[in-house]
């Protein structure tokens, strides 16, 4: 009986630990873009993105997203999104998108400290995530 609420009270601390982890991100990007919503600035920023990003059926302003999501992690992604309001097939394309490429600056260090050549890599990764999220989307339409 000591053992389980032992393991109960860890795994409540770890459980707290990581969500406050996760709320340190999410919550302060989510924040920004809804702010920047309020404004003309993410506007500009959709603008300026529509046409690239309507070829993977999403609107312009989830840029801000994919720019996060490869800059720094899919948590930052997740809360720059969550404001704008996307449909099912938006989400499934964005999050297939960061799946093939996301956090390339950390990924990119650590592939260095291994003899990886970094531009190619970062090369691939976008290349083949823009790539397959445009045939998901066409996919989509013609489905």
Known sequence: MRTMRKMIFRGLVNGLRTTWDLAI???PVYLLVFLLQQTAILSR???ACRPLMAM???PGEAAMGVVLGNLLNLYAAIGAVSPLALETSQITVFALLLLISHSLVVETAVSRKVG???WPYVVLRLGVGF???VILHRC???G
Do not use: E, Y
Request: aromatic share 6%; no cysteine.
């Open 140 to 142: 989509w339409l013609a």
């Open 45 to 47: 920023i959709g603008t």
């Open 56 to 58: 993977m059926g999403l």
């Open 131 to 133: 790539i397959v999220a």
């Open 116 to 118: 990886i050549v970094a």
């Open 25 to 27: 991100i999410i919550v």
